[in-house]
């Protein structure tokens, strides 16, 4: 058994003993989860040692979040793993313990003042406010991308402090706002580059969650489909449903194919990366329409209610498709991306850009 | 979590991009020459038996068959590169196209030594093609209905009687690799009794009948056995064992860019037009076309490498084929709901001619090669449910 199945095996365990559940304004998320699964180490998976992670790569990363994506857990390991962490670490800053959840978020309205607090370089003061923010209330860190008077910066802030505002995504994922009034930040400018890269990689969070919650449901519909007995047979064993089921199979097929080599350009650092994860993006997003609704089709009146754990995924799938950039923007910045060279030149981009 | 459907990501290669750059620079030397001109599904429509040779002449063709036949033992990745950059160009690969694809790689794995050596290496210079022959009038996707049958005469040759259609290029094609009953039907095994023929389609008692296609075009054939005289050294494989070997066949025929690029030469035109308007419209319209692109190019690609390992992906094959025609497909609704453009196969407009391509010849990327249906089913399979 390779390191990554032992992870993967550590975060199954985990899994087995929390139900997933609806997120309410009561229980916004799993806080038990997720100190289990800091007290395993696997909120530091991916992150360097040097800097306070627990090591390993960024397939290892994509590992743990794709398992507790298709068990729905309700914790920010995605944007703390494969967001927020990295980032913080790419920007040389100081890595909060990482058994505190950090999250992320585009904060256009929030401005970043470089500050003479007698800190030195790398300390700021951020004012704004911060819309649909991950996991607001669970976060104990933002990492957000505010506009400072040199261009862009990345600014890492304790929201412990902050009140966040009630709101969530259709999955009941909290997705509230954050007021910082001149809040004391660390942070770093980026390059528009960096930025590009940056908003890739939210996308590409996004884009992996997406992957594993299509594949969960395209399992759970052919279980069911097996396991339902209508006119004295299996729905399975209808040619209908076949037809619906290997749909489903196709854009799940696709999504992961392509998504993994999305992975695969961040972990090579190849420069067409944003391409490829707005790709990524774009086609999970396309396919959440297919496997939502034959998922909900094939289930019947069971999965229309909260009786049945299909809604689960579903209602995150929803979610997920329109947050870190929707299939709109990203198009866009794709078609725009693959044209840059000229009319002429779409298909070199094309083989270039995965 | 994963499903059985998935094969493992392809390793990146080096050598595939350096034949992929050679392959490019030959295509814009060739459009600049003039010899030929971009058109939608040529892999159907674009018959030019000099071009072929060109192909060949450069090792293009039977790339990655052993040397000793005419190959060049590249990799499945290399021809992945090779005859994706054909098809993205719109390039006329008819004549030698199921001859490189299905009828070759067949040859290599039942074929005789002797049919191997005298027909392989012409199929590599580009100078020998082949025909399918599987579908009969009465035989669409229930293959295993067939009624030509073959019976043997007193010298052992086969008689051959009956009739194959949607025979593609039949007409400028030297041989057909025909599935025939040589037993009658055993009704507790219908897959059984059949073989596959080497046919020279220049025999005396075959008639090659054109059948038009939507645009009017001369691609498809009805060809008819009367009587045919077929020596009985040019069995392929083993009698019986037809159905076996054409399951085979199939996996080359289904696996290809072909199945997801037959109309990318429309959607170049389309991204000419729009990085000329930079309508915010066509632009999101383009990105969700090219998502759609790089999503399937890496299916495919796990293919060229599962077939590098040694492997017959049968079921992934089905899935990508079902997944990339419909793709083939979409690409014209996309572009329609976008662009204001009568489609004219006439018109001086590129891209007014290749929606009309695209539309006209569309019908068929769900059917040929096993339609979507029975694609399906093979799906439905592999996950389980049949």
């Given amino acids: 058994m390779s390191d990554q199945d032992l992870v993967v095996e550590t975060v199954r365990g985990l899994l087995a003993k929390h139900e997933p559940f609806d997120p309410t304004p009561e229980r916004r998320w799993d806080a038990p989860l997720w100190t289990a699964l800091a007290e395993n180490g696997l909120t530091g998976v991916g992150l360097p040692e040097e800097a306070g992670g627990s090591g390993g790569d960024l397939a290892d990363a994509v590992a743990i979040v794709r398992t507790l994506t298709a068990g729905a857990g309700a914790v920010p390991v995605a944007e703390h793993l494969l967001f927020a962490g990295p980032a913080v670490v790419a920007a040389d800053l100081d890595l909060p313990p990482v058994e505190e959840p950090m999250t992320f978020a585009l904060g256009p309205a929030v401005t970043a003042h470089a500050s003479d607090d007698g800190d030195g370089p790398g300390r700021f003061t951020l004012s704004g406010t911060v819309t649909d923010v991950a996991w607001s209330g669970a976060a104990r860190h933002l990492v957000v991308l505010a506009a400072g008077a040199a261009g862009p910066v990345l600014a890492l802030v304790d929201v412990a402090g902050s009140e966040a505002t009630d709101a969530a995504n259709l999955a009941g994922e909290p997705r509230g706002s954050l007021v910082l009034d001149d809040v004391a930040a660390s942070g770093a400018l980026l390059t528009s580059a960096q930025v590009d890269e940056l908003k890739a990689r939210f996308a590409l969070t996004r884009s992996v969650q997406l992957a594993a919650a299509l594949e969960q449901v395209l399992a759970w519909t052919v279980q069911y489909a097996g396991e339902r007995q209508q006119f004295g047979r299996a729905l399975a064993k209808f040619q209908a449903i076949q037809m619906e089921l290997a749909e489903m199979a196709g854009e799940v097929t696709a999504v992961t194919a392509l998504t993994d080599a999305a992975v695969q350009a961040l972990a090579h650092g190849d420069a067409t990366f944003p391409l490829a994860a707005a790709a990524a993006k774009v086609r999970a997003g396309a396919a959440v329409e297919v496997v939502a609704r034959l998922a909900h089709q094939v289930h019947g009146a069971i999965g229309f209610t909260q009786e049945h754990k299909l809604h689960h995924l579903t209602k995150r799938l929803w979610s997920w498709r329109d947050e870190a950039g929707s299939e709109l923007y990203w198009s866009r910045v794709l078609a725009e991306g693959l044209l840059a060279e000229g009319p002429d030149g779409l298909w070199p981009a094309l083989t270039r850009a995965v | ?386």
């Fill in chain 2, 1 to 386: 979590m994963s499903n059985p459907l998935t094969l493992a990501p392809a390793p990146r290669s080096e050598a595939a991009e350096r034949v992929r750059a050679e392959v490019r620079d030959f295509l814009a030397e060739e459009l600049a020459a003039g010899s030929f001109r971009t058109h939608v599904d040529t892999w159907l429509s674009g018959v030019d038996p000099e071009f072929s040779r060109k192909l060949g002449e450069r090792g293009w063709l039977g790339m990655t068959w052993p040397k000793e036949y005419g190959g060049h033992e590249r990799s499945a990745m290399e021809r992945y590169a090779v005859t994706e950059e054909l098809l993205a160009a719109g390039a006329p690969v008819a004549a030698h196209w199921i001859a490189d694809r299905q009828s070759g790689p067949n040859l290599l794995q039942y074929g005789t030594e002797k049919q191997r050596q005298e027909i392989l290496p012409r199929i590599a210079r580009g100078e020998c093609y082949f025909v399918i022959g599987m579908s009969e009038p009465d035989s669409g996707s229930d293959l295993a209905s067939i009624r030509t049958r073959a019976t043997r005469n007193e010298a052992g040759d086969f008689v051959v009687n009956g009739a194959k259609v949607w025979t593609s290029n039949a007409h400028v094609s030297h041989y057909g690799i025909v599935l025939v009953r040589t037993a009658p039907v055993d009704t507790s095994n219908r897959h059984a009794g059949m073989s596959q023929l080497l046919v020279d389609l220049s025999l005396p008692g075959i008639t090659i009948n054109p059948i038009r296609i939507l645009d009017g075009g001369h691609h498809f054939n009805e060809v008819v056995f009367k009587d045919v005289v077929v020596p009985a050294d040019m069995l392929l494989g083993e009698e019986g064992n037809g159905w076996h070997q054409v399951t085979a066949e199939l996996a080359f025929e289904r696996s290809g860019p072909e199945r997801f690029l037959s109309t990318y030469p429309l959607i170049a035109e389309f991204g000419r037009r729009v990085a000329e308007t930079q309508d915010p419209a066509g632009l999101a319209a383009l990105g969700r076309l090219s998502a759609r692109v790089l999503a399937l190019r890496q299916m495919s690609l796990r293919i060229a490498a599962a077939l590098d390992r040694g492997e017959l992906p049968n079921i992934p094959a089905a899935l990508v084929k079902d997944v990339g025609t419909t793709f083939e497909a979409d690409v014209i609704e996309e572009v329609r709901k976008v662009v204001d453009v009568l489609p004219s196969l006439e018109s001086p407009d590129p891209l007014a001619r290749a929606l009309a391509e695209a539309q006209l010849h569309q019908p068929g990327f769900t059917l040929r090669g096993g339609t979507n249906e029975i694609l399906r089913g093979i799906v439905a399979r592999g996950l389980g449910l049949r």
